[in-house]
T-cell receptor, first 116, second 114 residues
Framework: AQTVTQSQPEMSVQEAETVTLSCTYD???????LFWYKQPPSRQMILVIR??????QNATENRFSVNFQKAAKSFSLKISDSQLGDAAMYFC?????????????FGKGTHLIIQP | NAGVTQTPKFQVLKTGQSMTLQCAQD?????MSWYRQDPGMGLRLIHY???????DQGEVPNGYNVSRSTTEDFPLRLLSAAPSQTSVYFC?????????????FGSGTQLSVL
């Protein structure tokens, strides 16, 4: 079974600086999707960014980008120019693209604190 | 467009009571699912459905029942609540996993079992 590991329970960064959240995963599949979700105190799950494993180019969404290393099974999230509104729990998630019905496998999350 | 609607938002039960968590989506999504989120944990899949009349178990199905009589609704039933079922429950739906598709989440139900 696939597993997702987020080794940083909590991270802290100064406003306007850059922070990188780590995620590693274990799978025997070659085709899959990876996601980063943000969960603010409102509890809402918000998709931040998505990466298809077959794409070599790293996904980017405005201030958010990923470093996808398929051979190392690593999928880190970089947040540039951190803002107070970025404070939240961040979850890394894996989805096997061959089925999808099994749902997403989530990591345990990283609590991101933004220092003003 | 309401998206995914979960009710109630909060619920307190006594051990042994039964209840149904409601989930409805108005996006004509075939795939619907239920997750639970425990402190210090990511979300874990309870049950899912790929269409009306079709349901299957996820990672943590024990103690929960589901049915899918319509495309729009996917209720989650707790037949005899236990303290171990204290958690936040999320319903989610999607059309599929093709490029740019995503999972739409409801706002969650916080359940406490005393």
């Amino acid at each position: 079974a696939q597993t997702v590991t987020q080794s940083q329970p909590e991270m802290s960064v100064q406003e306007a600086e850059t922070v990188t959240l780590s995620c590693t995963y274990d799978t025997s599949e070659s085709d899959y999707y990876l996601f980063w979700y943000k969960q603010p105190p409102s509890r809402q799950m918000i998709l931040v960014i998505r990466q298809e494993a077959y794409k070599q180019q790293n996904a980017t969404e405005n201030r958010f980008s990923v470093n996808f290393q398929k051979a190392a099974k690593s999928f880190s999230l970089k947040i540039s120019d951190s803002q107070l509104g970025d404070a939240a729990m961040y979850f890394c998630a894996y989805l096997y693209s061959g089925g999808g019905a099994d749902g997403l496998t989530f990591g345990k999350g990283t609590h991101l604190i933004i220092q003003p | 467009n309401a998206g995914v609607t979960q009710t109630p938002k909060f619920q307190v039960l006594k051990t042994g009571q039964s209840m149904t968590l409601q989930c409805a989506q108005d996006m004509n999504h075939e795939y619907m699912s239920w997750y639970r989120q425990d402190p210090g944990m990511g979300l874990r899949l309870i049950h899912y459905s790929v269409g009306a009349g079709i349901t299957d178990q996820g990672e943590v199905p024990n103690g929960y029942n589901v049915s899918r009589s319509t495309t729009e609704d996917f209720p989650l039933r707790l037949l005899s609540a236990a303290p171990s079922q204290t958690s936040v429950y999320f319903c989610a739906s999607t059309t599929g996993w093709a490029s740019n598709e995503k999972l739409f989440f409801g706002s969650g139900t916080q359940l406490s079992v005393l």
